[in-house]
């Protein structure tokens, strides 16, 4: 009575048929990740050392370390963090826990997609005219990082949002029920609580910061000084924008430089990514609801 | 069953304080809309001071809708418009005058899941006291746990909780947390306590100690309570409220409406034949 008909055969055919399909697809995301990976410690991994790290480049850049690119791209990172995380929190605070919803707020969201969809380039264009010219920084960390923070802010803006909306409503009437204003409930009971959902994304965002190119070329990040910088007036090398010089820019580089510094860049990317998760999972144990 | 014979006819003489306030809650042409949709139309009620009310009526009748009228919570949703007056102890809450903190300070709200803070035990108690009184927050050590008693033993949760009220409140069962939402609201000694359907998340058992929680409370408090459950109201309250479709169809004392209802809505859903 329970056999299966040819139409259940039918059936399971065309199930294994689809979930084969699905998982196929699924390893072929995977596998330029790999490829990357791979190539860039098979090749990059051998011009890897302590000296590389820490010493500066010599010979037009064909030799010797990179130390002040890792050094300014670090710079380039906490300076654009210190710009954006501040006015992206709060920016995010507002939009969940003040606005009301109306045509204004809906224009304000609409921008911060808008904002994020703005190609790199052309908030390196806007950041040359803003904060270069305008604001006369001069071509500076400071120019650079503030062209990075504008460009991450609609992230940070998001990725805020969403740790706040998982802050549960229950909580926020609670408070106000009780008679605490806004900014009481924000303080005692919703930022204690999404602090680790903010911090993750924060974390997430400062690794594709440490990426970009093209927002720093023309706004602070030189393409070769070897000197450490003293100060946010100060231009800088950076990782990035050193990949692309000794990729393209500089002729007899020894064929492992590049992917030297392909491996260090993306390993502090993945570093960062890993310290992130790390936060998350902590602090996602301790959750209690 | 409680034995209404020996209520107090009229609690008013018996309160000490605000001997001439006999309504706490009473509205004049209370009209609300969410946006364009009219929920609660041309309400006239009044609410006896230290009685237990419960209003009752099938869902979408504007119950809960009333209740958020009487401490203004319904205007965080923004496209909220009310009309009409809501005054409570004798006090108009829509005036323009009126800081919502204070209404809120003097109306407590409990819903209808327990919505303990993700803090402990004793930090929910004193949340409210520490926003309304600086003083408290300051206070000794001795002070704030005189407070954290007085609150729990008054829910009758002291001796279940008083070894660890360091502990999260989010680990207490259901009831508990309840009667914590409750507790917590005593310190900033509200005069009206609101309840929607406090205990509609609960198994009978803590139902039923909730509702002797109420019951207990009732001396001290004015208790306006929602309530899908019909039971619930006919034993745990002494006046009764039914509502339909945004309006007041009768208000009486609880024993008279179970008994002998006026409207015939009122015995249709009394008697289950819809809601």
Same mark, same amino acid.
């Given at each position: 009575m329970f056999e299966a008909t040819e139409l259940n055969h039918r059936n399971q055919r065309t199930e294994k048929l689809w979930r084969l399909l699905f998982l196929m697809m699924t390893l072929l995301l995977i596998l330029p990740v790999a490829v990357i990976l791979t190539v860039l410690v098979v090749k990059g991994g051998p011009s890897l050392s302590i000296d590389f790290l820490f010493t500066e480049p010599t010979q037009g850049m064909t030799a010797g370390g990179i130390l002040p690119a890792l050094v300014g791209t670090v710079w380039l990172v906490v300076v654009a963090l210190i710009a954006s995380v501040p006015i992206g929190v709060a920016a995010a605070l507002y939009l969940s826990? +003040? =606005?009301? #919803?109306?045509w204004l707020t809906r224009i304000i969201n609409l921008a911060i997609i808008n904002l994020a969809g703005v190609p790199s380039i052309v908030h390196a264009l806007f950041g040359v005219g803003a904060f270069v010219a305008f604001f006369r920084f001069g071509t500076s960390i400071l120019a650079a990082s503030l062209t990075l923070a504008v460009m991450t802010l609609p992230v940070v803006i998001v990725s805020t949002r969403e740790a706040l909306k998982a802050v549960p409503q229950a909580f926020r009437e609670a408070c106000w029920n009780m008679g605490a204003t806004r900014w009481q409930t924000i303080r005692k009971v919703v930022l204690p609580n999404s602090v680790s959902g903010i911090l993750t994304g924060v974390i997430l965002e400062v690794s594709r910061t440490a990426g970009e190119t093209a927002p720093i070329m023309f706004t602070g990040a030189a393409f070769f000084l070897p000197f450490l910088p003293q100060s946010v007036y100060d231009q800088t090398m950076a990782l990035s924008l050193h990949l692309f010089v000794v990729s393209t820019? &500089? /002729? #007899? *580089? /020894?064929?492992g430089l590049p992917f030297g510094v392909a491996l260090v860049l993306i390993g502090l990317v993945l570093s960062m990514n890993a310290v992130s998760i790390g936060f998350r999972m902590v602090l996602r144990g301790k959750k209690k609801w | 069953m409680v034995d209404l014979e020996t209520l107090p006819e009229e609690p008013s003489e018996s =309160? @000490? /304080?605000? &001997? #001439? $306030? *006999?309504? @706490?809650i009473e509205t004049r042409k209370l009209n609300l809309w969410y946006g364009t949709f009219q @929920? $609660?139309?041309d309400v006239d009620l009044e609410v006896k001071h230290n009685l237990i009310t419960s209003m009752i009526g099938p869902s979408g009748c504007g119950k809960s809708t009333f209740l958020r009228c009487c401490n203004r919570i319904n205007e965080r949703l923004g496209y909220v418009r009310t009309t009409g007056a809501v005054e409570i102890l004798g006090h108009d $809450? +829509? =005036?323009?005058? &009126?800081e919502l903190i204070q209404v809120r300070k003097q109306v407590g709200m409990v819903f209808q899941r327990p919505n303990p803070l993700p803090l402990s035990i004793r930090d929910n108690i004193l949340f409210g006291a520490r926003l309304h009184d600086p003083e408290a927050a300051k206070a000794s050590r001795a002070a704030q746990d005189d407070i954290v008693e007085k609150a729990l033993t008054r829910v009758l949760l002291w001796d279940t909780v008083k070894d660890r009220l360091g502990h999260s409140a989010r680990e207490l069962s259901l009831e508990e947390q309840q009667k914590l939402c409750i507790a917590r609201l005593l310190p900033v000694q509200p005069k009206v306590l609101l309840m929607d359907? /406090?205990?509609? @998340?609960?198994d009978p058992k803590g139902t039923e100690a909730v509702e002797e929680l109420i019951w207990e409370l009732r001396e001290a408090y004015t208790i306006l309570i929602v309530t899908h459950n019909m039971a619930q109201a006919r034993r745990a309250s002494d006046e009764c409220i039914f509502m339909l479709h945004g309006k007041v169809v009768e208000h009486t004392k609880t024993a008279e409406m179970f008994v002998t209802p006026i409207h015939k809505e009122t015995a249709d859903y009394i008697e289950g034949r819809y809601g």
């Open positions: 826990e +003040y =606005a009301p #919803d109306n820019q &500089v /002729p #007899d *580089v /020894p064929e | =309160a @000490a /304080p605000e &001997v #001439d $306030i *006999v309504h @706490a @929920a $609660i139309f $809450i +829509y =005036a323009p005058e &009126v359907e /406090p205990c509609s @998340a609960l």
